[in-house]
């Protein structure tokens, strides 16, 4: 019986580090080494073209690394983007790196706002997918997003980012994806442990 209950010990840690494992979210610096730059190699359709090869999950992370010359936005709709209508917009980022959480599902747009800068081809669209089977529930945490905004910026830090007045230090290093919010983890956690529990009982009684 002893060896039973320590082969159902393992089966619960296992099935708990899968969960978290699963409910990471993943962090993506936007163009790799090339950073958020204007007349990126390849033209308009550059930033398009990187972000084709991903799948955006919900809680995933986007960062943007540029030089003082530069910021980011998140446009309110496709006609602003695709008219790089880059003063109809939810809020615009000016220190590298921006870091900004994609908090829910749908399509998000971006651009540089400097005149010119999006027409060049400094401009990038995702399309975001669910996220893990088990969603956080409303009020667990999460940051509050402003009315209008479909993003969640984190505070860029003093030390993360490069200076001013010197382009990004090497924009394509990407740190270890943080965990996303610890409710969706703890819920499924919970349940799974419950149903282990109960597995147990059933065996032993």
């Not at 997918?129 to 003093?158: E, H, N, R, V």
């Not at 349940?191 to 529990?197: G, H």
């Amino acid at each position: 019986m002893g060896q039973l209950l320590n082969m159902v010990i393992l089966v619960a840690i296992a099935v708990s580090a899968t969960i978290l494992k699963a409910t990471e979210a993943a962090e993506y610096t936007v163009g790799n080494n090339t950073g958020w730059i204007s007349a990126p190699t390849g033209g308009a359709s550059f930033y398009s073209d990187w972000a084709s090869s991903i799948t955006f999950k919900e809680g995933d992370i986007l960062v943007f690394t540029f030089s003082a010359s530069h910021t980011v936005a998140e446009l309110n709709d496709k006609a602003s983007f695709d008219g790089c209508s880059v003063d109809q917009n939810h809020e615009v980022f000016t220190t590298s790196p921006a870091r900004i959480t994609l908090n829910r599902t749908g399509e998000f747009y971006f651009a540089c706002t400097i005149q010119g800068h999006c027409s060049s081809g400094q401009k990038l669209s995702v399309s975001v997918t669910g996220s893990s089977p088990s969603p956080s529930p409303p009020g667990s945490g999460t940051t509050p997003t402003p009315p209008g905004s479909g993003t969640t910026p984190t505070p860029p830090s003093s030390e993360a980012g490069p200076s001013p007045q010197s382009p990004p230090t090497e924009p394509g290093s990407t740190p270890p994806p943080p965990p996303s919010p610890g409710s969706a983890t703890s819920i499924a956690a919970t349940f799974s442990l419950l149903f282990i529990t109960l597995v147990v009982n059933s065996l032993l009684f």
